[in-house]
């Protein structure tokens, strides 16, 4: 049975929280990685930034997660805080095309099928300097990440709005 789980969720979900939770259990964990891009582009004035080169964003964002997935640990249980689905669904949401770099980047991917998303928590959410979307920006990016992962065959489990603990012990239940 394949045990590289994906989690999900439109922006300031709580994805993040409940990934640092599961390693504090010390469950195998792959970060995001655009926050660090987003950051390192900031501090250099460079263009690769969703606001300013989406698709370039997105492909350095796929190449990232693939060569993560493919660093990934074998024959144990791993979580991912998103994948190269994402990146399609976030493109989507501005009416963008995948890209070849993107869809050659899914090949190498082999996902157990279910897949866990945080539903937006109004509560919860707020912006920063790297997570610029409002609220209403935020549903629209869950609502295509939802729909992006289905159209992909996987099966979307919401995680329930309740403390990071009680967040990680449901993921765990459902594996």
């Known amino acids: 049975m ?28 792959i970060d995001e990685v655009s926050r ?14 969703p606001w300013k080169n989406q698709i370039a964003f997105e492909n350095r964002i796929a190449n990232l997660r ?18 190269v689905f994402d990146c399609i669904a976030y493109l989507k949401v501005n009416n963008l095309n995948t890209t070849f770099e993107i869809l050659k980047n ?3 991917y082999n996902f157990n099928n279910t897949v866990f998303y945080t539903p937006i928590w109004e509560e919860i959410y707020k ?5 610029m979307e ?9 609502k295509s990440i939802i729909q992006t992962y289905k159209s ?9 709005k309740c403390p990071i603990t009680e967040r990680a012990d449901f993921i765990i239940s459902k594996i």
Do not use: H, V
């Open 106 to 108: 899914i090949k190498k």
């Open 66 to 83: 693939a060569q993560q997935y493919s660093e990934s640990p074998k024959n144990c249980t791993c979580f991912f805080d998103r994948s």
């Open 152 to 160: 992909y065959g996987y099966r979307l489990i919401e995680i329930p």
């Open 134 to 142: 409002n609220i209403e920006m935020a549903m629209k990016i869950q």
């Open 2 to 29: 394949n045990q590289k789980y994906i989690i999900t969720g439109g922006p300031g979900t709580g994805k993040t929280s409940i990934i640092n939770e599961l390693k504090n259990r010390g469950f195998n964990c």
């Open 36 to 49: 660090e891009i987003i950051t390192d582009q900031m501090s250099q004035g460079g263009d690769i930034l």
């Open 127 to 131: 912006n920063d300097r790297e997570r």
